[in-house]
């Protein structure tokens, strides 16, 4: 079974600044899907980027960008130039190339300050 | 409407009594799927549909649960007997399969069992 790990339950970062959050995964497919989502304090999940394995090169969307290390089974996001809505409990996520479910990892909670 | 439904968006019942969470998915999405969030917890497959297509029950924790998607639109899911272990918040999410992984989450109905 696949598993997802973030070891990071709690960040912060002043705003303007750059935070990395980590998250490992432990799989033995060759091709697969991975995601991070944000959970804002309202509750509602949006997804923020997606990587697929098969694919070299890391995903970026606007100031968030990834990290993704294959051989480590490392998907790190980055956020560059942080702001205050950012603040969120951030979600790492694993979904096999032909499965029907995503895997989350517990969370961390990343918060901005001004 | 525009995003995914769910109500009711909180729910107290006492030990024992039954409940009902409604979802209202993306008009077109086929994929629907149900996940539990408990207090500083990542989220837990509970089930999915899509389509016409058999129900991955895999996820259900006990036999108390159940759920259904009827006209391969609206979904419920029902506890039966709640126990205080049940409390946690339910998500419903909806997606196109075309997308993979691209999961549309609604706010989540709230559950507190006393």
């Known amino acids: 079974a696949q598993t997802v790990t973030q070891s990071q339950p709690e960040m912060s970062v002043q705003e303007a600044e750059t935070v990395t959050l980590s998250c490992t995964y432990d799989t033995s497919e060759n091709n697969y899907y991975l995601f991070w989502y944000k959970q804002p304090p309202s509750r509602q999940m949006i997804l923020v980027i997606r990587?697929?394995?098969?694919?070299?090169q890391n995903a970026t969307e606007n100031r968030f960008s990834v990290n993704f290390q294959k051989a480590a089974k490392s998907f790190s996001l980055k956020i560059s130039d942080s702001q205050l809505g950012d603040t969120a409990m951030y979600f790492c996520a694993f979904m096999k190339e032909y499965g029907n479910k995503l895997v989350f990892g517990a969370g961390t909670i990343l918060r901005v300050k001004s | 409407g525009a995003g995914v439904s769910q109500s009711p968006s909180n729910k107290v019942t006492e030990k024992g009594k039954d409940v009902e969470l409604r979802c209202d998915p993306i008009?077109?999405?086929?994929?629907l799927y149900w996940y539990r969030q408990s207090l500083g917890q990542g989220l837990e497959f509970l089930i999915y549909?899509?389509?016409?297509?058999?129900?991955?029950k895999s996820g259900l924790p006990s036999d108390r649960f159940s759920a259904e998607r009827t006209g391969g639109s609206v979904s419920t899911l029902t506890i039966q007997r709640t126990q205080q272990e049940d409390s946690a918040v339910y998500l419903c999410?909806?997606?196109?399969?075309?997308?993979?992984?691209?999961?549309?989450f609604g706010e989540g109905s709230r559950l507190t069992v006393l």
């Open positions: 549909f899509q389509g016409n297509s058999a129900p991955d």
């Open positions: 999410a909806s997606s196109l399969v075309s997308v993979r992984g691209e999961l549309f």
């Open positions: 990587q697929e394995a098969y694919k070299q």
């Open positions: 008009s077109g999405h086929t994929a």
